[in-house]
């Protein structure tokens, strides 16, 4: 990367970063603070609360990506962290629950995250992009674990007031990055690899394999949500109230981060990408069971969430992997932007059911919801076809007619290891799915430059 590509990514990844830090720096102790609120008494009116910008986020996040297309990334972006700080200090304020919902719903109106993706692409050249996106998700990863641990310390510092206007400063800072920190980009353009097309919704939804992917991506985050809706008053009856459940999460999530790895190297490395994803899927259904029967044990609770948050961050890591792999190149900017809504779709409804089920059945009926969704998840996945062992290989091309580009694709396509190719003249790259094991790389160059 060139020093300018490495400002933007640095630059990208922290905005992304600051505003899902935003997000989920309350999961662990909302609950508790908003049952203390009127209106609190119910547990539906607070899942409601805690989802509420998902519901919004998942409606506007592929709507704000075309508007950033045709008014410029920047303004979309600066406007959307401004609706995030706005809800954030509306959050602050709140005194009932029918307040802290109406500003959970405009922070998800702050749907920034196409409109991100879009501004790297602009930024980076087509060989480093894959970099850049892997930043962003390292963030999104290190700033989840991070949440969790400093939730319950923060809360007994500033309280819940505190976090929410802390978080409305942290969508302003983020403003700064994007206006003096990140770079302007000379072109501004649509990006078949990472935006969603408008003439590819059809053939997605279509894909059997990636509704599977969209469906697991649904209630990974929605057994996530569910979670947060009950496990807090699990350990607050096990002796550890909000301002000290932090002695919980911290060992998990730092536990957890590092037997993740191992995993995600057998199903990238040695290709055993569905049968680690199948075996996270079980194990994450085997913690929701642990948490039920162990409920009244500290280190019970804490044992079956480290086993849960190690199976999500697998899964967090693999699934956008396993899409890449299976959704075709034309239409890979769309599979992301639909499994991207679908996902905040299911934190809205995980939260939304639990609060229900709790309000209604009470707190085991949504570890017994979260064991039948992973199951149905289980069932559902275990008809997918098992993921090539394909990377994804981009290359930048000189201006060149339809009729170029179509020489140049059928050359490509018969060269040794290479699956798919996507060559786009319009946007002056070629898109290649190549084998792991080996392509041939010199041939692929030496075509991409005879074309310049």
């Known amino acids: ?68 297309d045709r008014y410029g990334r920047k303004p979309v972006i600066i406007i959307g962290l401004l609706l995030f700080a706005a809800g954030s200090f509306i959050a602050a304020s709140a005194d009932d629950i029918y307040w802290i919902i109406a500003g959970r719903v405009i922070q998800g109106a702050g749907a920034i995250n196409a409109a991100v993706m879009a501004l790297t692409a602009d930024l980076t050249r087509e060989e480093h992009r894959t970099k850049a996106m892997a930043m ?22 500033i309280g819940m007031s505190g976090m929410f206007a802390l978080i409305g400063v942290l969508a302003f800072v983020s403003i700064a990055v994007v206006l003096w920190f990140i770079p302007n980009p000379k072109i501004t353009r649509f990006h078949t690899d990472t935006e969603a097309g408008h003439g590819h919704f059809g053939e997605v939804l279509k894909n059997a394999d990636l509704l599977r992917m969209d469906f697991g991506v649904f209630t990974l985050h929605a057994i996530l949500m ?44 040695k290709a055993k990408m569905k049968q680690v994803f199948m075996f996270a899927i079980g194990l994450a259904a085997l913690a929701q069971l642990g948490i039920l029967f162990f409920q009244h044990s500290v280190w019970g609770v804490a044992v079956s969430l480290l086993v849960f948050f190690t199976a999500f961050n697998v899964l967090e890591a693999t ?15 769309t599979a992301m932007g639909v ?114």
């Open 1 to 68: 990367m060139t020093p300018f590509e490495r400002r933007a990514s640095i630059g990208l990844a922290s905005i992304y970063g600051l505003r899902m830090l935003g997000l989920f720096i309350i999961l662990p102790i909302f609950a508790l603070y908003a049952e203390k609120l009127p209106g609190g008494e119910s547990h539906f009116l607070i899942g409601i609360a805690l989802g509420a910008y998902g519901l919004t986020q998942a409606i506007l996040q592929i709507p704000a990506g075309w508007l950033s």
């Open 136 to 157: 962003i998700g390292m963030t999104i990863g290190v700033t989840f674990s991070v949440s969790m641990v400093l939730s319950p310390l923060l809360y007994r510092t």
């Open 226 to 269: 569910s979670v947060f809706m009950q496990v807090p008053f699990i350990l607050r009856a096990d002796g550890l109230d909000a301002q000290h459940q932090w002695q919980v999460y911290l060992p998990v999530m730092l536990i957890a981060f590092v037997l993740m790895v191992p995993p995600i190297i057998i199903a990238e490395k």
């Open 319 to 333: 699934q956008p992997s396993i899409v890449s792999k299976i959704a075709p190149l034309a239409a890979k900017g």
């Open 339 to 452: 499994f991207s809504s679908v996902q905040f779709l299911g934190a809205f409804f995980g939260s939304a059911m639990g609060g229900l089920l709790m309000q209604v059945y009470g707190g085991n009926a949504v570890l017994v919801f979260a064991v039948f969704m992973l199951l149905l998840w289980l069932v559902v996945a275990s008809s997918m076809r098992a993921p090539q062992a394909l990377m994804t290989r981009m290359y930048h091309l000189a201006e060149m007619d339809e009729d170029a580009a179509g020489k140049l694709r059928q050359s490509l396509a018969q060269l040794r290891g290479v699956r798919e190719v996507l060559v786009v003249a319009n946007e002056q790259i070629a898109c290649l799915k190549v084998e792991m094991g080996g392509f041939d790389e010199e041939a692929v160059e030496k075509l991409v430059v005879s074309s310049r």
